[in-house]
């Protein structure tokens, strides 16, 4: 039997998918041919989130810039980092003014002092500035915080790579490590507060 005509057609609606929020992962490799790392090595994906003088991650250092809470997690952050780390906060003082608190647990924090009593003596006092030493291997990984963003990063905090093919990732909810920060605080076996 043959079904009569209608003027009714079939719209199908799409299913309302629930947005999941995703970090976003940045991949760069520095090529060793050339005999020196310059940016022209680099291998980018997304062109906007790599510096253009240096292998680093413009993304994180963009929002270091506006921060108002940093924490950073590298045992091998080293004196050219906190160089930087000045620089920018010597570059724009008037950002000091909105800056709450700095935390950085590094490993041979003693071997960084200098730097880290430049970097006490620009914030004010105010401003919640902690060192922490890290201990033995409780740390593999590279992390920051900015404000409540969580960065990962392959190699050094800032995406400065030594090693070649590295890779961050960004964008994450830094709540979700917030037991990992107060066991490094109060345990002294994994981390010792600095006096500077």
């Not at 020196?36 to 270091?64: A, H, L, M, P, R």
């Amino acid at each position: 039997m043959k079904l009569p005509k209608t003027n009714i057609k079939e719209i199908s609606i799409p299913e309302e998918k629930q947005e999941i929020e995703e970090g976003k992962l940045y991949f760069f490799s520095a090529c060793y041919e050339s005999g020196c790392k310059v940016s022209k090595d680099i291998e980018e994906v997304t062109s906007s989130c790599f510096g253009c003088y240096d292998i680093d991650s413009s993304t994180f250092w963009n929002d270091f810039r506006t921060a108002e809470r940093v924490v950073i997690i590298d045992k091998f952050f080293m004196n050219e980092d906190l160089e930087k780390v000045i620089s920018i906060f010597r570059e724009n003082k008037v950002r000091l003014k909105t800056f709450k608190s700095f935390k950085i647990f590094t490993a041979n924090a003693n071997s960084k002092k200098d730097r880290l009593l430049e970097l006490s003596r620009l914030l004010r006092d105010e401003i919640i500035f902690e060192v922490y030493d890290i201990q033995k291997d409780f740390i593999h990984d590279r992390f920051a915080i900015l404000d409540k963003q969580l960065f990962h990063f392959g190699c050094t905090v800032g995406g400065k790579t030594s090693e070649g093919f590295s890779a961050f990732s960004c964008g994450w909810n830094a709540s979700r490590i917030d037991t990992l920060i107060s066991e490094l605080e109060r345990s002294g076996s994994k981390s010792k507060r600095i006096n500077l």
